[in-house]
């Protein structure tokens, strides 16, 4: 494709070109390409906005593999839905890595939301003993839509249960009617009352304090995916420590994953992503794995909207 004629897909357009059940297994292959060091992946640059009083921020996310490059950058103001416009914003630019020239680019945050969901797609997968048949989702904004729609497409029968305060109630059963139409049931809970028998729990806040206090426990996955920040927490310190603990980016993890940060949890002691799709997980110890997000999975996503653009070539 020539500089000229650079394709720019909206959210809808870029939800269109990413299937879950291959992005799962697009991430999967780039956990284990990115840990034998094929893709260069740096942390994130985070830069704030001069001025902005809100505590606006630009993320660079930079990836780059054999095949192609991809450069994500967000813009994140906190003040923007007070001026009708959305928190997060950006681009996923994609190049061909042999020449440099500008493939497509995508909408960031529907890569982002679409891979967060896939990647715990990935920990239902390898982290619970038999498929999942109740999954709880502790938060009802976008990313909780983006897993209610990955449940569907890889777990299309399981139970859905959408937590939230009580204080919340009217938002969250407004939030579970959006998906009246899925084969899933989608019901909404209170956060005090989450269901004994779930399989897994996943955690989608931007919470600074623990909203899941249970103690940890064999048979229940904790995917704990908002605080991505050190300052945020969403699992209880007990349930991190009582827990064989994984995360998707052990380098990433000591600055971002907020969880096991509060729980002064042994970094020695917390394994990689890579080495969970290479060995033995032991069901019979409660599991938590913690995700805090790199470009690599940006990268994948890409990958796969590449495969869907060939397909329709």
Known sequence: MSQ????VFDAQQTAGLIGFAELVRAIHDMALEYAAGKVNCPDRQVLPVPGNQEGGVLLS??????DILAHKLISLLPGNPGHGLPTIQGTVTILDSKTGSPLFVLDAPTVTAWRTAALSMLGLERFTPQTPEKIVLMGAGTQAAAHVQAINAIYP???IYVAGRASSAARVKRFCERFDSLSNPVIAVEQSNLPD???AVITLTTATEPIYHAPAQAGRLIIGVGAFQPHMCEIAPQTVMGSTCYVDDPVGALHEAGDYIRAKKDWAEIISLEQALQSEVDFSRPIMFKTVGIGAWDLAAARVACHSLKARA
């Open 157 to 159: 029968q399981a139970t």
């Open 197 to 199: 028998d779930c399989d």
């Open 61 to 66: 996310m930079p990836a780059a593999a054999e």
């Open 4 to 7: 000229h004629a650079v394709q």
